[in-house]
């Protein structure tokens, strides 16, 4: 049974940063995309970043990019989210995901077309998620 379990959230001044861990079980980590996402409060789920797999690069959504950093420790079976230069407008409950197939991109088809977009709608297994709060 695959599980993800993610930690590192808390209450953080604009500016901090914080480090997101996700701890993947019940599966060969280092074969499938791992991804994060993000919700606000009365806003939809939103991909950040994925990696497809343990030798993949990485792939980050807009309002991931420059700020943020995915990586994996496959010897661990840790997925990390780094965070940079927050702002109050990253508050959100921080989610890590993986989809239920291996070696496939972690990407889906974008309508406006180009590499791709980090879909919630492709993503199989779910963590229970990650309060990250910045303050002002």
């Known amino acids: 049974q695959v599980r993800l379990v993610e930690s590192g959230g808390g209450l953080v001044q604009a500016g901090g940063s914080l480090r997101l861990s996700c701890v993947a079980s019940g599966l060969t980590f280092r074969r499938y995309a791992m991804a994060w996402f993000r919700q606000a409060p009365a806003k939809e789920r939103g991909g950040l970043s994925c990696m497809p797999t343990a030798s993949g690069g990485a792939y980050y959504e807009d309002s991931g990019k420059g700020r943020f950093t995915i990586s994996r420790d496959s010897a661990k079976n840790i997925v990390y989210l780094d965070m940079n230069s927050l702002k109050p407008e990253d508050t959100a409950v921080y989610y890590c995901?993986?989809?239920?197939?291996?070696?496939?991109?972690?990407?889906?088809?974008?309508?406006?077309?180009?590499?791709?977009?980090?879909?919630?709608?492709?993503?199989?297994?779910w963590g229970q998620g990650t309060q990250v709060t910045v303050s002002s």
């Open positions: 995901a993986t989809r239920g197939t291996p070696f496939i991109s972690c990407l889906s088809p974008s309508p406006s077309g180009g590499v791709g977009t980090i879909a919630r709608r492709s993503y199989d297994y």
